[in-house]
């Protein structure tokens, strides 16, 4: 069966530029979570959603960071005027929901600002 | 925000030997988990831990919730090749309903 699907796997953008980061969870999965990783370190929570609700965004780093999940399904983070400092891999991760913990991880996207 | 120390960092074995490595928070977590992480892939739950003095195995690992609910380790019997990898140390922080705090991982090398 398909696990978590993210796109792009690499984007590669100018500092200003706005980026849409896509994740595709398992099917079924009412949890739907996103990371971020830095090169050498553990995944850094940033938001989750249980179906469409976003439940916890308290770890998005400042308000050019969103992310949505309209239908409960597919989910997108975007990040407005990005920065540097914003390059990092993002991580998608969904979970059955009662067994929240048992997180299934996508690939993630490579961000790299230039 | 919570802070888990990992340790060690790295470590370079030879096969068949065991391995551990341990986190520790300054603060209370209710649950604490086990990933590995494989080059180019997202991480792989391995173990989960509910309750303090928890000790679960899964093959030749086992890990232990501490008792003190601020730390936990994970034992790995018999290393093999395919052991290779990262592996992170995560919790659930007291009062933090469902965002996991991951540790800054150990770089497991298994030498043949």
């Known amino acids: 069966g398909a696990g978590v699907s993210q796109s792009p796997r690499y984007k590669v953008t100018k500092r200003g530029q706005d980026v849409a980061l896509r994740c595709d969870p398992i099917?079924?999965?009412?949890?739907l979570y996103w990371y971020r990783q830095a090169l050498g370190q553990g995944p850094e929570f940033l938001t989750y959603?249980?179906?469409?609700?976003?439940?916890?965004k308290s770890g998005l780093p400042n308000d050019r960071f969103s992310a949505e999940r309209p239908e409960g399904s597919i989910s997108t983070l975007t990040i407005q005027r990005t920065e540097q400092r914003d390059s990092a891999m993002y991580r998608c991760?969904?979970?059955?929901?009662?067994?929240?913990?048992?997180?299934?991880f996508g690939p993630g996207t490579r961000l790299l600002v230039l | 925000g919570q802070q888990l120390n990992q340790s060690p960092q790295s470590m370079f074995i030879q096969e068949g030997e065991d391995v551990s490595m341990n986190c520790t928070s300054s603060?209370?977590?209710?649950?604490w988990l086990w990933y590995k992480q494989d080059p180019g892939e997202g991480p792989v739950l391995l173990i989960a831990?509910?309750?303090?003095?928890e000790l679960t195995s899964n093959g030749r690992l086992t890990a232990q919730f501490g008792i003190t609910r601020k730390d936990s380790f994970l034992n790995i019997s018999a290393s093999i090749p395919s052991d290779v990898g990262i592996y992170f140390c995560?919790?659930?922080?007291?009062?933090?309903?469902?965002?996991?705090?991951f540790g800054s991982g150990t770089q497991l090398t298994v030498l043949p």
């Open positions: 991760a969904s979970s059955i929901g009662v067994s929240w913990e048992t997180q299934y």
């Open positions: 831990l509910y309750k303090a003095g």
């Open positions: 995560a919790g659930q922080p007291s009062g933090s309903a469902r965002q996991l705090t």
């Open positions: 099917s079924g999965h009412v949890s």
């Open positions: 959603f249980n179906y469409e609700a976003q439940q916890d």
């Open positions: 603060s209370i977590f209710n649950t």
